[in-house]
């Protein structure tokens, strides 16, 4: 496609549709290897649009992202293309802004490309994404501690890769100390009533889910936990967290009864580093931050069974993004006593931020698309609660979560928490304080 520099109509009355090359999928790739015009190895025309074609432009020979979606019947053309490379799998074609855009073709003439994906919609691919990762700064103190604990979380729409839904998540675990208080060990075991492991692309809805509530088993954690210094009102720790694959695998199915065409197997361990500090000058206020990195040592075999070839091959790894955690929290006793069975009481507030290292993972080529195309997100949670304390052992924690961004950097529109915890070793203010 021809379009001048100094207007906004395509030269001539037709358009042509052609299947690139896999990896030839965008305008950066084209420009990288110095094509305009069709690439060799496409495969067409397969269709031709009549014109005249009208295409919006933020920037004539900008690159990607330079053109809006075209007009005419360009959606239902490509749609009925795509269905002859996907026979019997319903999708949608979805334009790709991010890959489309113009190659400079002369001085007074740029090639427009208008790339297109098919997607069928599912929710995340990667394995224990429905239940969610778990990080340190969920019920949880810098200092090494002796308990057990029990913690709820009610997500409302969260965002489980293109799908939303609400999310019950439990954690029991248990936390134990060593060389004298001043080392730990604790495992956490989360589950939840989610959306399903295997999913089925419902028959009648062909961009929906048959099955979007099931109670399935996360990635457990072990978390290995020192002290580095030591004060009367403050402390200074550092540790491990090591996520395990013990999620199921995510299965797309096509149809109720019909074969596999997508398996992402969990098999990803993840090395969570942290670093966390408390100060409690006193026996009314206390604060406490922590500072975490999530990343990958290994990815999560994905399989697909791509058209005419039987069965699922292996296409590559698919990864979950490297995160950095930080999180900051104060808060007061309010109320202390001695004398009754309630015998504290402590408002709280939290800033986590969350922010992304690198882009959300996705395999592409060979006709599909594998992952969410998320970008780097930046999350930041805002949190108020309250702790009530029992004894000097045993505290039941109530807050609110509440995101502060939109779009792809707001994971769930809010969350509900209630933590329990009961502590069975020395006790003292440091001990009391917890995320």
């Not at 020979?61 to 019997?88: C, H, M």
């Not at 019920?139 to 057990?148: H, I, K, M, Q, Y």
């Amino acid at each position: 496609m021809l379009l001048q520099n100094a207007q906004r109509n395509l030269l001539g009355t037709t358009s042509q549709v052609y299947k690139f090359p896999d990896d030839l999928n965008s305008v950066g790739s084209l420009q990288a290897a110095g094509i305009n015009g069709i690439p060799p190895g496409a495969n067409g025309p397969l269709a031709f649009i009549p014109g005249p074609i009208n295409i919006g432009f933020t920037n004539p020979a900008g690159g990607p992202g330079s053109i809006i979606p075209p007009g005419n019947n360009y959606p239902g053309t490509v749609d009925g293309i795509f269905t002859t490379f996907f026979p019997g799998t319903p999708g949608r074609t979805v334009f790709v802004p991010s890959a489309s855009g113009f190659v400079a073709a002369g001085t007074t003439l740029v090639d427009s490309y208008a790339f297109y994906d098919y997607v069928v919609d599912t929710t995340s691919l990667m394995p224990g994404a429905n239940v969610g990762f778990v990080k340190l700064s969920e019920n949880a103190s810098p200092l090494p501690r002796d308990r057990v604990y029990f913690n709820y979380s009610y997500f409302h729409n969260a965002l489980i890769g293109d799908f939303r839904s609400d999310v019950n998540r439990f954690t029991p675990g248990f936390e134990k100390t060593f060389a004298d208080g001043w080392t730990s060990i604790e495992v956490r075991t989360p589950f939840a009533a989610t959306v399903a492991n295997t999913q089925s692309i419902d028959p009648h809805d062909p961009c929906g889910l048959a099955d979007a509530r099931a109670v399935e088993f996360g990635n457990m954690s072990v978390i290995f936990k020192s002290v580095i210094a030591l004060g009367q009102t403050w402390a200074w720790t550092g540790g491990m967290q090591v996520m395990l694959p013990t999620a199921g695998n995510t299965v797309l199915n096509a149809g109720p009864d019909g074969p596999e065409v997508v398996r992402v197997e969990n098999e990803s361990v993840r090395l969570m580093p942290f670093m966390g500090g408390i100060w409690a000058p006193n026996d009314v206020w206390f604060n406490q931050a922590l500072l975490q990195v999530d990343t990958a040592a290994n990815g999560n075999p994905a399989f697909i069974a791509v058209p005419g070839q039987q069965p699922l091959q292996e296409v590559g790894q698919l990864r979950y993004p490297s995160f950095m955690y930080l999180s900051f929290a104060t808060g007061y006793w309010a109320y202390r006593s001695t004398s009754t069975r309630l015998t504290g009481f402590s408002p709280i507030a939290e800033v986590h931020v969350n922010q992304a290292l690198q882009p959300s993972d996705v395999i592409q080529g060979q006709q599909y698309r594998l992952g969410a195309d998320y970008g780097i997100v930046s999350l930041v949670n805002g949190l108020v609660g309250c702790n009530f304390e029992w004894g000097d052992r045993s505290t039941l924690t109530f807050a609110y979560v509440t995101p502060l961004g939109g779009g792809v950097d707001r994971w769930f529109d809010g969350e509900v928490r209630a933590f329990w915890n009961w502590r069975f070793g020395p006790q003292n203010r440091l001990t009391r304080v917890q995320l």
